[in-house]
């Protein structure tokens, strides 16, 4: 009883979860979220790394997730919630 309630607090406080996928480079993480998006969970991708033949699906990649460690303001951070959103494994760290 008492998780229900600090899970409805926080989701009343904070919003939706930020679902993130997170691994070592050529782990699965691109398949996972391509398998988070077939689901139904909107995805967050700029599409500026495109498909290759290492992975013909895409990456599902956002290019300032690689900025996360360098930058100080995170707060495009908010705009995830209620998404998925891949962060490389050594980037976890820099998360809030």
Request: net charge positive; charged share 25%.
């Amino acid at each position: 009883m008492l998780s229900s309630l600090r899970r409805v607090y926080r989701r009343l406080r904070y919003g939706q979860a930020i679902v993130v996928v997170s691994g070592l480079p050529r782990s699965g993480t691109s398949m996972i979220m391509k398998m988070l998006e077939a689901g139904g969970l909107p995805v967050l991708t700029d599409g500026i790394r495109t498909a290759d033949e290492d992975n013909p699906k895409g990456y599902y990649e956002v290019e300032r997730v690689k900025n996360l460690a360098a930058e100080a303001d995170k707060g495009w951070l908010a705009e995830t919630r209620g998404k998925g959103v891949k962060v490389i494994s050594f980037l976890l760290t820099s998360l809030p």
